[in-house]
């Protein structure tokens, strides 16, 4: 099964990393300017296959290193996904007075989407295996890894949150950075500390380095994530955001498997 599922992937690299962020920022920006009838615009059956088949590549590419202990830790990080938003949705701490503005599928407890780890638990994923790729035997320390993961995770969010406030997903009632007040990235550096240092006790280090090196699509959606949001925070000018999203772009370049052979090999037939 393992086998068959990452040569699903494994023949649909570009289908599933290029053309499906593409058309899905396209659908997203045609909903938020209501070019799009009403049955489509914010589909939620179509936002949340869209992004499950983008996580596919993260979730096959991990599967092989999730045994109990790892599927342990990670049932302690979705409870805690869904307990600091219902926190955050009640309190407004710790990101700051923000309501949803779309329907993001079922509603948890009617206050939080139920696919809420769908959405945030991969964002930790990637940053975490971006870091231990680039780092290397300088992730070796967990003094190292852990602050440069816990970075890149309020990194991503640099780049998602003013995309999705220019398209309406959600809103802060207190806006500086492109809408986004700095109260939300305090929070993210709560939660992307609490949420890489869950995944630090979940996996092997050496087992998920080893991995990350032999997977070669395992951060594929990390670069769907990058075309996604990066082009959406480019047609909205958020310039600061789009620059962000450049950086990532670096550090797949760093990990020595984005270039114009794997996008050669990557194309369909």
Do not use: H, K
Not at 72 to 100: K, N, Q, S
Not at 132 to 140: E, I, R
Not at 161 to 180: N, Q
């Amino acid at each position: 099964m393992q086998r068959r599922l990452e040569r699903i992937v494994r023949e649909n690299r570009f289908t599933i990393a290029v053309l499906f962020p593409v058309v899905g920022a396209v659908t997203l920006v045609a909903s938020a300017e209501g070019l799009l009838p009403p049955a489509l615009a914010y589909n939620p059956l179509l936002l949340l296959f869209g992004t499950l088949v983008m996580r596919s590549p993260l979730l096959v590419g991990l599967l092989p290193r999730i045994d109990r202990w790892a599927a342990g830790w990670l049932a302690v990080l979705t409870a805690y996904t869904y307990a600091i938003e219902i926190l955050g949705v009640r309190t407004d701490w710790p990101y700051g007075a923000f309501e949803y503005g779309v329907s993001l599928g079922p509603m948890a407890f009617g206050e939080v989407p139920l696919a809420l780890p769908l959405f945030f638990l991969p964002l930790v994923l990637n940053a975490v295996l971006l870091t231990v790729l680039v780092l290397g035997p300088l992730g070796d320390r967990a003094l190292v890894r852990i602050p440069v993961a816990i970075a890149a995770v309020v990194a991503v969010d640099l780049v998602l949150d003013p995309g999705a406030v220019a398209i309406g997903f959600w809103t802060f009632e207190a806006g500086g950075y492109y809408g986004v007040p700095r109260s939300n990235y305090v929070g993210w550096v709560l939660s992307g500390t609490v949420a890489v240092s869950l995944v630090d006790l979940a996996f092997d280090r050496a087992a998920l380095l080893e991995r990350a090196r032999d997977c070669e699509f395992i951060l594929d959606d990390l670069v769907s994530f990058v075309l996604l949001w990066g082009s959406i925070n480019l047609l909205y000018t958020n310039w600061l955001a789009a620059g962000v999203a450049g950086v990532f772009c670096l550090g797949l370049f760093a990990t020595g498997r984005y270039d114009l052979e794997m996008v050669r090999t990557a194309l369909p037939g």
